[in-house]
Nanobody
Framework: QVQLVESGGGLVQAADSLKLSCAAS????????MAWFRQAPGKEREFVAA????????YYADSVKGRFTISRHNAKNTVYLQMNSLKPEDTAVYYC???????????????????WGQGTQVTVSS
């Protein structure tokens, strides 16, 4: 069982930066592949970024590639999402998720992740 708690959301202006954190409980954090998803009002939850259990591999949605960076600190049981050059279309509730052995294109699927946080709101004004 893993419990996830996101933090760091807020209201920012376009072109600003924001860093989200997701703290995980339990001793097995380092075994999980982690991901960030987001959901805007009236839209499906969509994949943003993923990182392998070791932190050695990262993956991004095309819409955030070059602007967002996912990282993790296994000793601190925490995964991060650094968001730069924010745009109004990045406005959404951001969720972190944990899954086991999530490989290939499956990383983009919300159904591959077993544990979810409660989400943190990010609002980008123009």
């Amino acid at each position: 069982q893993v419990q996830l708690v996101e933090s760091g959301g807020g209201l920012v202006q376009a072109a600003d930066s924001l860093k989200l954190s997701c703290a995980a409980s339990g001793r097995t954090f380092s075994r999980y592949d982690m991901a960030w998803f987001r959901q805007a009002p009236g839209k499906e939850r969509e994949f943003v970024a993923a990182i392998s259990s070791s932190g050695g591999s990262t993956y991004y949605a095309d819409s955030v590639k070059g602007r967002f960076t996912i990282s993790r600190h296994n000793a601190k049981n925490t995964v991060y999402l650094q968001m730069n050059s924010l745009k109004p279309e990045d406005t959404a509730v951001y969720y972190c998720a944990a899954g086991s052995a999530v490989y290939g294109s499956r990383r983009h699927s919300k159904y591959e992740y077993d544990y979810w946080g409660q989400g943190t709101q990010v609002t980008v004004s123009s």
